[in-house]
């Protein structure tokens, strides 16, 4: 029997996220971006579809690699203008009870003991539903936006980012007891204070000396995410996550990285399926083939050219500006998202051009699009899910609300009636919802900090 096949919405609080341009399809709202009812009818719409969540992808930075300034994200609305995804999340939480929220955050330029702080009122708010996306940044203009010269080596991100998950994990996990709230309302007493430790923390980066200021609440942890394909983000993720984000255009390579990550899992101690992965998709789906390709190619007269660049510039830290369209790229040592640039690498061949990475970008992204009916599209996905080892996938949004309106209205129900996906929610809190238990396993090594976090 096939596995159950898990979906998240993939957005962004911005104009342009991945399909670059799209946004001036005139059936594209995502211009709304600023308003709050925009995202409260988003949600009402993927918990209608029975999403497992919406995955919020964020950058505290601008696109300036691209011709060596943001000229070109800033026409294109190439991620920028971006807000604060973490403020929607109450909202949308408000009008839902089963949708979780995956939420993109920087640890380079977080506090620690700020963060842990927000991150536990959202799950108390949301009566945990909440993740988080653990990224260690790739842009330049973040760095100097903090008062920073330039970006972290790639590998000593991942360094900073260990330490900052032990220090995290020691106030989540560490610092109350589960029986610590007494809400004693006779003897007025509301926590007992030998229920409750001060962390202390003095570490390379952090030194912390204080108690987690939020009671626990429902899954203690946020459900962990991670998007690092890199040999060091790999090795992150086997340590840390629970769900991992992976992109790529070939079953074989997303298969190699999906068994080498639960492979690793294994070795440090943790479960194989106690990490999830879920794969990148765009899909445009018509109730035929020709009706798929119809909309495809509407779509495309919309793309943005330049935005795309723009994006793939900083992504992967090379200025394509700098070369012909022939010219054979130099990929250097980049400091980005390295496996951005190994995964094009392994698509285009070592010597890969501007061009090239243009023919990729049909839909304005790296990501090629899925196109075919409905019945097509459900094989596709069941393929992916078999052979690639997949659980679910994170669907970026193209012309948005009709392309999740195409998801849940046809693609779902198709899914159903084969038996790969839900036909109602499970109770529980998120991380109930994906794994069947609520707080971490003891298997996890922020296990280890309950009770006597040091």
Known sequence: MSREIR?????????????????????????????????????KRLEAGLFDGIFFADVVGVYDV?????????????????????????????????????????????????????????DHLTGGRVGWNIVTGYLDSAARAIGIDGQIAHDDRY??????????????????????VLADRERGIYADPAK???????????????????????????VLYQAGSSTR???????????????????????????????????????????????????????????????????RKYVSTEGALAHAAASMGIDFAKYDIDEPIDTGKSQAIVSNVEAMTRASGPQWTRRKLLEQMVLGS????????????????????????VDGFNL??????????????HLIPQLQERGVYKTSYHDGCYRE???????????????GYRGNAK
């Open 159 to 180: 360094d900073l980012a260990d330490e900052y998950m032990s220090l995290v994990y020691k106030l989540w996990e560490g610092s109350w007891d589960d029986d610590a």
């Open 366 to 389: 790296r990501q090629t699009p899925w196109v075919g009916s409905v019945d097509q599209i459900a094989s596709q996905l069941i393929g992916w899910s078999e052979e690639a080892d």
């Open 233 to 299: 983000g790999r090795q992150f993720a086997a340590t840390h996550a629970e769900c991992v984000f992976v992109n790529g255009q070939k079953k074989e390579g997303v298969k190699e990285i999906v068994s080498d990550i639960r492979a690793q899992a294994v070795q440090l101690g943790r479960k194989a399926d106690d990490v999830k992965v879920f794969l990148g998709a765009t899909l445009i789906i018509g109730r035929t083939e020709a009706e798929a390709q119809e909309k495809f190619a509407e779509y």
């Open 196 to 222: 409750i430790r001060m962390i202390h923390h003095a570490g390379p980066q952090y030194k912390v000396d204080a108690m987690h200021l939020c009671a626990p609440s429902p899954q203690r942890t946020p």
């Open 433 to 447: 919802k994906l794994f069947g238990h609520a707080r971490l396993p003891a298997s996890h090594p922020a296990a």
């Open 66 to 122: 691209f011709g060596g300034n943001a000229d070109a994200a800033l026409r294109s609305a190439a991620q920028v203008p971006v807000n604060d995804p973490t403020l929607l999340i109450p909202a949308m939480a408000a009008v839902t009870k089963h949708l979780g929220f995956g939420v993109t955050s920087n640890l380079t330029y977080e506090q620690p003991f700020l963060f842990a702080r927000r991150m536990s009122t959202l």
């Open 396 to 409: 970026s949004r193209t012309v948005v609300p009709e392309c999740f309106d195409d998801v849940v209205e």
């Open 7 to 43: 979906f998240n919405a993939f957005d962004m609080n911005c104009v342009g996220h991945i399909q670059q341009g799209l946004w001036t399809h005139p059936r594209d709202q995502s211009t709304r971006h600023g308003e709050l009812q925009y995202w409260v009818d988003y949600a």
